[in-house]
């Protein structure tokens, strides 16, 4: 027996989580059998603790989007028992059971071995989110980082505080954009520059293209600030869209493509090729400062899990919430 967060729902519609003992023989099929340290908590783990948001399509249900731990038992030669590895994406955790269980049971190819230098506790402090920032990171630095400040909305979020300190580590000047002014020593604790007030940003102008103010983004909210921001680019520069917490609709013109040669960029972590996998995990463990990550980090067990999936959804979560499921 092994504890894991069941979500289930009610002839009603209404989905339920709380942490039960399951049998082993519960898991769904796969590969490699992993004895899971920690996972996380993203906005998508939100989605499936509570009603789902269309994410999971059968229950009872494990969520988790993430994990890192240790092989217990492998049916791939990739894979021993006592092997470090990490997982995310795949939509493990959405239509596959996930990381808030004990134990899990994947497919070896959706595994990475933990890069040198990390534990299973800092690569879940990484997380999804992590990963995804690096990935948005690595984007930019692809197509060309301009002299302007990079901006990084959602600055507090998981992505978002990722992305701050691996670019103020690699030593450009960041504007962190908030909501929650409370968060402005936090993040320039980070590396962050200069802190930008959300209002500022929020507001869609009918001016396609203003003032050349940034030198790259990563971009977290989506919508409307999206739209404001591709105006602002300097010539030439990119913009990695990794969220849509502002919303799916961008009401924007061709104008800042057409005229300055903006690239907007999309980053999906859930399907990223192995090797390029491989590549993001390796520049983490060397381009994200540990005592920055140790500062994100917001401890949790799998008890806290269904108030922690609501508040992510509400906003109230900052930096990385790291879930230790053996506490």
Known sequence: MFKALIVDKDDTGKTHAAVQDITLDRLPAGDVTVAVDYSTVNYKDGL???P????VRHYP????IDFAGTV???DDPRYAPGDKVVLTGWRVGEAHWGGYAQKARVKADWLVPLPDGLTTRQAMAVGTAGFT???AVMALEDHGIKSGPVLVTGAAGGVGSVATAILAHLGYQVAAVTGRPETADYLTSLGATQIVAREELAETVKRPLEGETWGGCVDAVGGAMLARVLGQMEYGASVA???LAGGATLPATVIPFLLRGVNLLGIDSVMQPYD???RAWARIAHDLPMDKLDAMIQPAT???LPQLGADILAGRVKGRVVVDVNA
Do not use: Y
């Not at 789902?52 to 994410?55: D, I, P, R, S």
């Open 48 to 50: 499936c603790i509570g």
């Open 52 to 55: 789902g948001g269309g994410l």
């Open 61 to 64: 249900h494990i969520p988790g």
């Open 72 to 74: 217990e038992a492998s």
């Open 133 to 135: 920032a690096m990935l």
């Open 241 to 243: 869209a990794v969220g």
């Open 276 to 278: 390029n996998r491989l």
């Open 302 to 304: 799998l008890s806290d």
